[in-house]
Structures are given as structure tokens and as C-alpha cells.
């Protein structure tokens, strides 16, 4: 059983399919003997794409407007066709995302590798043909791990922005990293073995040098360049990763200094066709020189200004112009500080720090949301209240830092063994834990409750080789049932299902309990 094969067991997902159409042009490009013009042909979807694009003005120019594809052909060319093709892919996987993980950026930097790639064909060889088809797809295996579990690469995303590099990030939330899962996706498949180990190893390392062959070696190479080379634009570092580029140019390919930069400077011109064709001009680039002219410039208006200002002494003019240029760059540098730590701030303020899940104050928000949409819509939702047994009493025969390898772990299967919408939440006391179930009656909640109870004593047992359980309450919000003039408060319902987990303690006869909000509306 593979790595991504174990993901998908243990998070009970199944593996996201890939568009009929891309699956054929990936076939079709793959042929040395590229059956381009048939496959276009014979699907009318790419006929029409591929026939739009021809007739964009900046193809078409003046000539008549173009209907058959043969003349498409020699308007466009073969080379360009096989990355339309490729971009278009992209556009066939696309979606719509309402956090910090954007499709749109994810494909708009796949087709500047791409662009980047097309370009160096013609400086570096040998050149294999299959390197545009890695240089776009090497890191496909990102968007597998965000369509299996959104929330997971989301706290990838949080931990790389507290220092954590990708590919450990990964591995810490998912126990894989997305090369690994780009190589295991693409072999069910059945694509060249090659195009496997470039996808499986693009993130070169001096340690392959006796675990691959030479030719997958000299692909690697190239694929790594292409990374550097496109950070250039798509990275926080740009000006460090121009110079790895220019290193990497140079070691390994014999480019010199000039031609690199030639490159990096003409890759917007390939890569903003791509953008304006495929939708996703707010990623449209400037040349990388006139992005350093535009910094220059700033800095002299600065110190123009600066020059306006009357100094007595000319040596005290270039030395408060050094001053206000240090400190103009270590504004820069703040503001880009502050910025991440905004972004820290705004996963911290909603998780658990210890658990990973949601945290007490979020439970409030999301509640109260929860109840507004019930409310609006007449749905469903049910929601329980977990407290684990005499916890603090086992603790003390073991330590602290195994009740929280235990929090941990039990938080982990709760999220592996509940549905993608439920809602896990942890309390500041660490034995307390809320679960909303949105679109889930009374009796699917019962079944939930058990399980949960069945999850802490396995959990218990693990850790601890000790039989202990928890304590369930459930409350089930139906609308129709509810007297309208009583709407329940936030506060109402967490007092209510406290009330119930007090009474489970107290008495000692079952573990989980039924609460009737209509009922506890009445007597509260």
C-alpha cells in the first residue's frame, strides 16, 4: 500500500479524479509521435477552445477570422498548441476558494513554469519533450492534498508562515509530502516511468545523486532551475532566488550571467499570454529589470526629497540620505513582518494551540452562525458536548506531557472518524470538547455520540492501558418544533448541554444523554 493509498484509508477519502480531457492530452503529449491534430479534431471542446484562441487578435491580427483548425495550426504552431493544451487543464480543475489556498495563483504559477520551461528548450540540452508536462504538474500534488482535506493544507499553509518549509509541513499534518503524492497520483495512470521520478524528486537534493539514473538527474536539474526562476516572480525572496538561478544557469547548463537574466526578464512576455488566454490576468507580471528600475526610482524620489529638505552640511546630507534608506528598508521589512504575523494571529485566534482544533471562542461565533442559518432555513443540526473521564486523576500517575500527547492523538481520530463538515471543538479545560453536526437528527447524533465513546476508551487504552470512557450530551436543534418567540441563546444551549454532562457525573448510570430543547427552553 502506498503512502497517498494509506492518506485516503485513514481519512476515508477517495481519490480526486482527473478530467477525462486532460488524462487524453496528457496521453497524446506524451507520444513522440504526438497525435496533436487528431485528438483536437475529434474533441469538439478543444476544437472550439483551441480555434477561440486563434482568432485573439494578437494571433489573428488583421487576417480574416479563422474557422478551420488547420490554418489554426500555422497561426499558432505546434509548440504553442501542446501548452495550450497543458493551460488548459488548469482551467478544467479550477475552483472557487473562500480562504487563503487559491486554485487561481496555484494554475497561474504552473503555466509561468510552463512558460519557463518552453524557454529554456531552446538553451539547455538534451531537452527532454516530456519536461514541459513535469515543469507544469510537479507540484499537482498540493492540489490533491487540499481536495482530500482542505482544512489540513490550510494548517500546512499556517505552519509555513510560522518558518516551517513546505515539505516538512506536509509531512507533519499529512505524513506525505506533494511530490510523493504527484508521483503515486500520475502512476495509476500508467505514464512513463520518467515523468514518475521527475514528479516524485523535483525538489533536488545532492542525496538523489545515487538514487536515480543520470538522465532523470539532468531532468532534475532542470526542474529545479525552473523553480528558482519562477520564484523570481512567485516568491517572497526574489532577489536571492535570481541568484540561485543565475548559480544553478551557470553550473549546470553553462549560461552566462546575461543570457539568465535575459530569461528571467523576457518570461512575463510568455507567461501573461497564458494569463490573459486562460482568465487570470490579476497575476500578470512586469519584466523583473523594470521591477528593480521601479525600486530605484523610489528610492531616489526619496532622496530627491530628501535633498529638497535645507542642510547646512553636505556631509550631513549623504549621511541622513543612508539613514532614511536604512530605515526605508527596514519599513519594508516590518511591514512584511507585520503581515505575517496577521496571518498567524488570524489562524491562532480560532485553534486550539495544543490540539489543532477549534478553540472555545470560535465555538461562541460559529454557534451563533450555526443557529442563524437553522433559523433561516429550517434545517437541522445536532450538537454534543464530550467530557473525558477522571483525566486529571490519570495524569498525575503519568505526566504532562503524555495527557497531551493523548489530547493529540484523540483529536487526531476525531477528525479522522467524523465527517469533513462536523465541526470539532476544544475547550481551555483540556477534558472538554463540543462537536456540531450540521444536517444531522437526533438519531444520527446518538450514532455519532457512540462512536465518540468508543474512539476515547480505545484513545484511553492506547495511551494509557487504562479503561476509561467519557461523558456525552446532545442537544438536537429542529426549528419546526421550536417556539419561535424562544429562541435559544448561545449561552442557553452550552448551559444546557453542561447541565447534562453534570447530571451523566452525578448519576453514573449511562454515558451519553438526550436533552429536548423545547423542553429545557421551558423549564429554563
Known sequence: MGELERLLKNLNKELPPFPEIGIKILQTLLKEDSELYEL??????????????????????????????????????????????????????????????????????????????????????????????????????????????????????????????????????????????????????????????????????????????????????????????????????????????????????????????????????????????????????IPYSKWIEEKEEEIKKITKELQKAPQKESELLKNYEKEIYRLWK????????????????????????????????????????????????KRIFSILMVSLENLEEIVKKFSFSMKENFLKKLSQKFIQNLRRVDLVFHFNEDSLFVVILPETPLQGAVVVARKILKIIENTYLEIFKEKKSGFVSILTYEPIYLDPKKEPLVETILKILTAGIVLLKTRRQTRFIVLRLDRELENS
Open 40 to 285: 483536437i479534431n475529434t474533441e469538439e471542446e478543444l476544437w472550439s477552445f483551441i480555434i477561440s484562441v486563434a482568432n485573439l487578435p494578437k494571433f489573428r491580427k488583421t487576417s480574416p477570422p479563422i474557422e478551420d483548425l488547420k490554418k489554426a495550426f500555422l497561426v499558432l504552431g505546434d509548440d504553442l498548441i501542446k501548452n495550450l493544451l497543458l493551460g488548459y487543464i488548469s482551467m478544467k480543475m479550477r475552483k472557487e476558494t473562500f480562504n487563503n489556498f487559491s486554485f487561481s495563483k496555484f494554475w497561474a504559477r504552473a503555466l509561468l513554469c510552463l512558460s519557463l520551461s518552453y524557454l529554456l528548450s531552446s538553451l539547455v540540452t538534451p531537452y527532454s519533450f516530456h519536461l514541459n508536462i513535469a515543469s507544469f504538474l510537479m507540484d499537482f500534488g498540493i492540489v490533491i492534498l487540499y481536495l482530500i482535506f482542505p482544512e489540513g493544507y490550510l494548517k500546512v499553509l499556517s505552519l509555513k508562515h510560522m518558518g516551517k518549509d513546505t515539505l516538512s509541513a506536509e509531512r507533519e499534518v499529512f505524513g506525505i509530502t506533494h511530490p510523493e503524492v504527484s508521483s503515486e497520483y500520475f502512476e495509476n495512470f500508467a505514464f512513463p516511468r520518467r515523468l514518475i521520478l521527475n514528479l516524485r524528486y523535483h525538489h533536488f537534493s545532492e542525496d538523489l545523486l545515487q538514487e536515480v539514473p543520470s538522465y532523470v538527474l539532468e531532468d532534475l536539474k532542470i526542474l529545479k532551475l525552473i523553480d528558482e526562476g519562477v520564484r523570481t516572480y512567485f516568491g517572497n525572496k526574489r532577489e536571492k532566488s535570481l541568484e540561485n538561478f543565475k548559480t544553478l544557469a551557470k553550473l549546470w547548463f553553462n549560461l552566462a550571467e546575461k543570457e539568465s537574466l535575459k530569461i528571467i526578464d523576457s518570461l512575463p512576455e510568455i507567461g501573461n499570454i497564458f494569463f490573459e488566454i486562460f482568465k487570470l490576468e490579476n497575476f500578470c507580471l
Open 330 to 377: 527596514e519599513k519594508e521589512i516590518l511591514l512584511h513582518e507585520i503581515e505575517e504575523i496577521k496571518k498567524k494571529l488570524l489562524e491562532v485566534n480560532i485553534y486550539h494551540e495544543l490540539t489543532g482544533l477549534y478553540n472555545e471562542k470560535y465555538l461562541k461565533k460559529r454557534l451563533k452562525q450555526e443557529l442563524l442559518r437553522a433559523k433561516r432555513y
